[in-house]
Nanobody, 124 residues
Framework: QVQLVESGGRLVQSGDSLRLSCAAS????????MGWFRQAPGKEREWVAG????????VYADAVKGRFTISRDDAKNTVLLQMNSVKPDDTAVYYC?????????????????WGQGTQVTVSS
């Protein structure tokens, strides 16, 4: 069983940076494929970024490519999402998710483990 706990969400201004963390327990994080998703008010949850198991292959949604960076801190068993040049459209609850597959999936249904989410609000 894997438990995930997100943190780092807060109110920021447009153009600011912030970093979200997802702490995992129950399994070494380099044995997991990880994803970040987000859900804005009134919208469906959408995939944001993913990092593969072991080999650190990273993939991003077009909306965040070049602004967000996903990475893994194996020593802390944590996955990070560095968010730069944030926009009001980035306002959402951000969730991390984990699975045992090698390559991170974009579909929510492919993930077996989820965190509770952390709120990011970007003011204009």
């Amino acid at each position: 069983q894997v438990q995930l706990v997100e943190s780092g969400g807060r109110l920021v201004q447009s153009g600011d940076s912030l970093r979200l963390s997802c702490a995992a327990s129950g399994r070494p994080i380099n044995n997991l494929s990880m994803g970040w998703f987000r859900q804005a008010p009134g919208k469906e949850r959408e995939w944001v970024a993913g990092i593969s198991r072991s080999i650190d292959l990273t993939v991003y949604a077009d909306a965040v490519k070049g602004r967000f960076t996903i990475s893994r801190d194996d020593a802390k068993n944590t996955v990070l999402l560095q968010m730069n040049s944030v926009k009001p459209d980035d306002t959402a609850v951000y969730y991390c998710a984990a699975d045992l597959r090698m390559v991170p999936a974009r579909a929510q249904s492919e993930y077996n483990y989820w965190g509770q989410g952390t709120q990011v609000t970007v003011s204009s």
